[in-house]
Every structure is written in structure tokens, then in C-alpha cells.
T-cell receptor
Framework: GQNIDQPTEMTATEGAIVQINCTYQ??????LFWYQQHAGEAPTFLSY????GLEEKGRFSSFLSRSKGYSYLLLKELQMKDSASYLC????????????FGTGTQLKVEL | DGGITQSPKYLFRKEGQNVTLSCEQN?????MYWYRQDPGQGLRLIYY???????QKGDIAEGYSVSREKKESFPLTVTSAQKNPTAFYLC???????????FGPGTRLLVL
């Protein structure tokens, strides 16, 4: 099976930078997704990594190291609206390209 | 506007009752998915459909059923066999199976 670990909660200050880590143990790794989910709402797609390295999209960046089974989501210039849960999801070929989701990291941005 | 809609937003189920959750998309996506989200747990896959008229069980299919008679629609029925149905149900679609999934707004199911 697949195992995905994320910290349960994090707190950061408005205007700062925060890094949310995700580690995974899988066979047949075929991509990693990050989603943002505000309370009671649908997850929204943030980023996708399948090769090693950094993908940047505005204030959000995502990094992947396949050899280490490790990814992080970097949020810069934090805003209050960034308070949400951040979900890491791994796709594996052995699972028929299905996604397995981590339990999510609840980020709280404070003044 | 293209997107995924789910209805109703809240649904109440009585003991022994079957209820059906609606999911519609106008994105022309081939693949559709149903997930269940419980507090402190990740999204868990109930059923998925790679193409119209085809669907497969996910990780927690017991007590649920689906149909995929039209490309746009993938309704989920929560049967009386599902003993713990209270959860937030999310429908998603992707242009092809395994591609980036986009989610609907969700239906919260509560048991009376």
C-alpha cells in the first residue's frame, strides 16, 4: 500500500514564508499533487510534480525529490486567506493511476 | 461557465433509507470519481469511472453504488448497508483517468 505523511497543523505569520512537507512510501510513483481546501469547501488544485525539482506558480512553489520520497509546498508572502488545509496526494501506476491522499496539513496564518 | 456541480449541499438520511447524491460536470471530462472525507482522515476513494458506461470500486465501495449512463453525470447512492454514512462527499472529474482532478463543492450527509 501507500503511506503518506504530513504534519497535522502549522502556524505562521502574515507576510512570512512557510514550508509544508509531505513524505511518502509507495511503489510505482507516478506524480504528486498539492491541493488547498478551505473549511467546508472543495479542494482546489495547486500544483503537480512528476520530475525532481521545483515548480513555481506565483506565491506557491512545490518541490519533489523522488529518491527521498519527499515533497514540500512553499507559500510566500502569506496572507490571511491562505489559512486552509493543504492536501498532498500521490499517484501510483500500480494503483491504476488512482490518487492516495494524505490527511492534510491545517495551516493557520496569524497577524 | 464550465465546472462540477453537486447537489444537494446538505442531505439527511433516515435509518434504512437509500439516498442519492448528484454530480454533474460540463467540462467534457471522461473520468469521474467519488470520495468520502471524514475528520482527521484523508480523502478516500469510493468509486471511479474512466469512461461512460464503465465504473470500478475504489477502496471503500461497500454500502455504495454508482451509475455512469451519461458522460456528464455520475450519481452516488448511499444504501442502507452503509452503517456509518455521515461524512462530506466529494465528486471530482479529470480529462482522462489519472490526470489532474477537479472537485465539486461537496455534499454533507447527516443521519437523523
Amino acid at each position: 500500500g501507500q503511506n503518506i505523511d504530513q504534519p497535522t497543523e502549522m502556524t505562521a505569520t502574515e507576510g512570512a514564508i512557510v514550508q509544508i512537507n509531505c513524505t511518502y512510501q509507495t511503489s510505482g510513483f507516478n506524480g504528486l499533487f498539492w491541493y488547498q481546501q478551505h473549511a467546508g469547501e472543495a479542494p482546489t488544485f495547486l500544483s503537480y510534480n512528476v520530475l525532481d525539482g521545483l515548480e513555481e506558480k506565483g506565491r506557491f512553489s512545490s518541490f519533489l525529490s523522488r529518491s527521498k520520497g519527499y515533497s514540500y509546498l512553499l507559500l510566500k508572502e502569506l496572507q490571511m486567506k491562505d489559512s486552509a488545509s493543504y492536501l498532498c496526494a500521490v499517484r501510483v501506476t500500480g494503483g491504476g493511476n488512482k490518487l492516495t491522499f494524505g490527511t492534510g496539513t491545517q495551516l493557520k496564518v496569524e497577524l | 461557465d464550465g465546472g462540477i456541480t453537486q447537489s444537494p449541499k446538505y442531505l439527511f438520511r433516515k435509518e434504512g433509507q437509500n439516498v442519492t447524491l448528484s454530480c454533474e460536470q460540463n467540462l467534457n471530462h471522461d473520468a469521474m470519481y467519488w470520495y468520502r472525507q471524514d475528520p482527521g482522515q484523508g480523502l478516500r476513494l469510493i468509486y471511479y469511472s474512466q469512461i461512460v458506461n464503465d465504473f470500478q470500486k475504489g477502496d471503500i465501495a461497500e454500502g455504495y453504488s454508482v451509475s455512469r449512463e451519461k458522460k456528464e453525470s455520475f450519481p452516488l447512492t448511499v444504501t442502507s448497508a452503509q452503517k456509518n454514512p455521515t461524512a462530506f462527499y466529494l465528486c471530482a472529474s479529470s480529462i482522462g483517468f489519472g490526470e489532474t482532478q477537479y472537485f465539486g463543492p461537496g455534499t454533507r450527509l447527516l443521519v437523523l
